[in-house]
Structures are given as structure tokens and as C-alpha cells.
């Protein structure tokens, strides 16, 4: 009978009547295990495993201690963002809410949207309609002003749809000094972009891609040596601190990784969307983003109004809320009118628009999600998984709980990560 070689005992920081899954303790068990058994090489096949492993274990490390902390967060920006709109309406109520009244019978678009351009600057130029969320929400024009230095001042008025009262407005962005926005946007801006400026949302696009690679590599960690993955799910609570710290470590990321890769997948196909179209257009048509055509002025005849932009557009899709109208700021643009279905993923924009010459009222161009491909469903799906908006309120709570365990995940590492160190100090000492 083949004997063999002896392996010295490894020195663990852990009470010795504790099971344990670290990769030196389960190399010894498996050793002893594999005493009195014919094989070819053992301790080859041992020393590979484990090199191989505590490779994947110094990489995910490494990531977590330095990438995990921009994660972290990230993260909780995206907790708060999960209920972004809610929050933001919360903050500036004074504008943003209105009265219902009895019966609630709202005002004609036209004569709202003339409240609204009466009360802007004479240089002013509106540009979209954005209208309420719910009953008790303003309807929200936007409209831009050139400054003296050759920047561009964007606001948003706030316009009761029943009394076409304008509520007030605010600053949205100054030029591109992104600290000039409302708290929300800021937020959203740091989300993707760590402040750095759009140019520069590449950055957190790495980091997230070191993020998705570590969290694959700990799921490759996490899976017990023995195969019965339901002990990756347990926290041995009556066990030693640093079990507890270990345990909670691996758990948590378990039953969090799915949730965290699809955030991350979604958040990096989405900063570099360029690729992502590319990719997508390997498999199926990606047809480029939409041209809604240019108007043609008819002499004598004036631009269409709102409303009847609107009652055109509900020809093409008589279904579905209204949800915003872009508005044409030259006189060759054009209106597009967005009509929200109940089963669109995405709750932020529509993918059901129709644009509209001013002058001829003719139909130009409708964007129909019906008639999408796999591929352009794929990048209508991306915005609302990764926000969670896909599936309501549920699907908001998830992301908000998912936004707060990178923290969870990241003081427990560095908590585990500490002990080691300690261990491996006293055990040279």
C-alpha cells in the first residue's frame, strides 16, 4: 500500500472543537481521508487545488479590500435611488404636490404649458412635458436657458394640472457643474459616475467589472468541499467570533450573489452601451436609436397645439398614460408624444413614441416596443432590473436591501481579513 508523504499540522486561529471550512483545515481532513487509499499523485492533486485556490482566495482579497470599498458606496447610493423619485418629490413638496380636488378635472395641456411659458424668462425655450407620476403630483416642464458665458441653465416648473397654477421652479443643472442639481440628481450622478463626469463613467465600469469577477471567484470559494451547499447558508451563531464573522461572510454573499450580479451585469452593459449594442446586435437586429424626422413649415399655417399633438398621437396608441411630450424648440422639430403601456418594464421613460410634424400634423415616426427584437428588448430590460422598477414596489425593496449588503459583505471581509493577519502574527511569534 502506497504511503503517504506527512503533512505538518497548520496552525488555525479558531477553537480546535469547532468544525471548520478554511482551505488548510479541509486539505487536512481530505489528506487523512485519502490515507490508505490507492491514487495517482494525491498530494499533486492537493497542492494544485490548493494553490488554485488560494490564488481565487487572494484575488477576491485583493478586489474586495480595494474596489469594495467604491462599492460600498455605490451601493448605498443605490439603496436611496431605488426610490429616487419618491424621495425627491418628498424633499421638494412645496412644488411638486398639489391639491386634488372634487371632482379632480384636469386643465387642457395647451393652457398649462402657456402658464408655464408665461412665467419663464423671455429667452426661454421649453422642452418636454413630463406629466404627473400620480394624482396628487405637479406636471413638470422643462425649459433651458443660454447664459452670457456660452453655458446652458436648465430648469424645471411645476404646474398644478387642475388649477394651471405654476407651484415653482428650481435649478436643475448649470452647465455641466453637476454639483449645481437638485440632492437626487447628484446622487444619481455620483451612482454612475463617482462625479467624474460623464466622459469619465468608464471608471466605476471597470471597478464594477472587478466586482462581478471577485463575486464569481467567492462563489467558487463559498461551495463547501463536501457538496452539501446548504452549509454555505448557515451562520453558526454559538460558535467563536471569528467563525460567526466567517460564516456571515459567506452566507450573506450567497443569498445576495445573484441579486448583486444581475446589478452589476445590468450596471456595466448600461456604461458601456455602445458595446452592449454590439454584442446584442451579434445575436439579433439592434436598430439604431430612433429619428423622429424634422417638420416642414407651411406657409401660412400655424404650429398644432399640445393637445392636438397629443390627440394624434392617441390614434397610434389608443391604450396607455400619457406620459411625457417632447416638444420641437425650432421650427423644423417635431412633437413626440409618449404613451406609457401597463406592461413596459421601464417606468422612468416609454418606449411607445410617436413623433409629429407641427405644421402638416402628419405622423412622422412611431417607436412601437411591441415590434422590438431580442436584442433591443434586452437593452429596454437593462435600466429597469437594475433599479428594480421592472417589478414594482417589490422589486424597489430588493434593491434597496441588496444596495446595503456590500457594506455587510465589506466590514465582514475586512473583519475576517484582520483576524488572519492576527493569526498569522501569533503564530510566528
Known amino acids: 500500500m502506497t504511503r503517504l508523504p506527512e503533512i505538518?499540522?497548520?496552525?488555525?486561529?479558531?477553537?480546535?472543537?469547532e468544525p471548520w471550512t478554511e482551505p488548510f483545515a479541509m486539505s487536512d481532513r481530505t489528506v487523512e481521508a485519502d490515507l490508505g487509499k490507492e491514487v495517482a499523485s494525491p498530494s499533486r492533486v492537493l497542492r494544485r487545488r490548493e494553490f488554485t485556490r488560494q490564488v481565487f482566495l487572494q484575488i477576491h482579497r485583493t478586489i474586495g479590500l480595494f474596489a469594495g470599498a467604491v462599492f460600498v458606496l455605490v451601493g448605498l447610493s443605490g439603496s436611496i435611488l431605488a426610490f429616487r423619485l419618491d424621495i425627491d418629490e418628498w424633499l421638494n413638496a412645496s412644488i411638486m404636490r398639489v391639491e386634488i380636488p372634487a371632482p379632480p378635472a384636469s386643465r387642457r395641456l395647451d393652457e398649462i404649458l402657456a402658464a408655464a411659458i408665461t412665467a419663464m424668462p423671455a429667452d426661454g425655450k421649453a422642452e418636454r412635458v413630463t406629466m404627473p407620476r400620480h394624482s396628487a403630483s405637479a406636471v413638470a416642464i422643462t425649459y433651458m436657458?443660454?447664459?452670457?458665458?456660452?453655458?446652458?441653465?436648465?430648469?424645471?416648473?411645476?404646474?398644478?394640472?387642475?388649477?394651471?397654477?405654476?407651484?415653482?421652479?428650481?435649478?436643475?443643472?448649470?452647465?455641466?457643474?453637476?454639483?449645481?442639481?437638485?440632492?437626487?440628481?447628484?446622487?444619481?450622478?455620483?451612482?454612475w459616475t463617482l462625479l467624474l463626469g460623464f466622459n469619465n463613467a468608464y471608471i466605476l465600469g471597470s471597478i464594477a467589472i472587478l466586482i462581478l469577477i471577485s463575486i464569481l471567484v467567492g462563489l467558487y470559494l463559498w461551495w463547501p468541499r463536501n457538496g452539501d451547499w446548504r452549509l454555505g447558508f448557515k451562520i453558526k451563531w454559538s460558535a467563536s467570533p471569528e467563525r460567526v464573522v466567517y460564516d456571515a461572510h459567506r452566507s450573506v454573499g450567497a443569498y445576495v450573489s445573484v441579486f448583486l450580479l444581475v446589478t452589476l451585469f445590468t450596471g456595466v452593459a448600461m456604461i458601456f452601451k455602445p458595446a452592449t449594442r454590439s454584442v446584442a446586435g451579434l445575436f439579433s437586429q439592434v436598430?439604431?436609436?430612433?429619428?423622429?424626422?424634422?417638420?416642414?413649415?407651411?406657409?401660412?399655417?400655424?404650429?398644432?397645439g399640445v393637445d392636438e399633438a397629443v390627440a394624434i398621437?392617441?390614434?397610434?396608441?389608443?391604450?396607455?398614460?400619457?406620459?411625457?411630450?417632447?416638444?420641437?424648440?425650432?421650427?423644423?422639430g417635431v412633437y413626440v408624444v409618449g404613451k406609457q403601456s401597463k406592461d413596459e418594464p421601464n417606468r422612468t421613460t416609454t418606449f411607445r413614441n410617436v413623433g409629429v410634424d407641427q405644421y402638416s400634423r402628419q405622423v412622422l415616426y412611431v417607436q412601437d416596443r411591441s415590434a422590438f427584437t431580442a436584442g433591443e428588448r434586452l437593452l429596454e430590460?437593462?435600466?429597469?432590473?437594475?433599479?428594480?422598477?421592472?417589478?414594482?414596489?417589490?422589486?424597489?425593496?430588493?434593491?434597496?436591501?441588496?444596495?446595503?449588503?456590500?457594506?455587510?459583505?465589506?466590514?465582514?471581509?475586512?473583519?475576517?481579513?484582520?483576524?488572519?493577519?492576527?493569526?498569522?502574527?501569533?503564530?510566528?511569534?
Do not use: C
Open 8 to 17: 505538518s499540522p497548520i496552525k488555525r486561529d479558531l477553537s480546535a472543537n
Open 145 to 191: 436657458v443660454e447664459t452670457d458665458d456660452l453655458d446652458t441653465d436648465v430648469y424645471e416648473m411645476f404646474v398644478d394640472p387642475y388649477t394651471a397654477r405654476v407651484k415653482g421652479q428650481r435649478l436643475y443643472l448649470h452647465g455641466d457643474k453637476t454639483l449645481s442639481q437638485p440632492l437626487v440628481p447628484i446622487i444619481v450622478a455620483f451612482h
Open 287 to 304: 436598430r439604431a436609436d430612433p429619428d423622429y424626422g424634422k417638420s416642414t413649415p407651411i406657409p401660412g399655417r400655424p404650429p398644432i
Open 313 to 332: 398621437a392617441d390614434k397610434i396608441f389608443s391604450d396607455g398614460r400619457l406620459h411625457w411630450i417632447l416638444l420641437p424648440s425650432t421650427p423644423s
Open 381 to 429: 430590460w437593462l435600466f429597469p432590473l437594475h433599479t428594480g422598477e421592472a417589478f414594482g414596489a417589490i422589486g424597489r425593496s430588493i434593491v434597496l436591501v441588496v444596495g446595503l449588503t456590500p457594506f455587510l459583505l465589506y466590514v465582514t471581509g475586512f473583519l475576517r481579513w484582520r483576524q488572519k493577519r492576527r493569526a498569522r502574527r501569533r503564530a510566528t511569534d
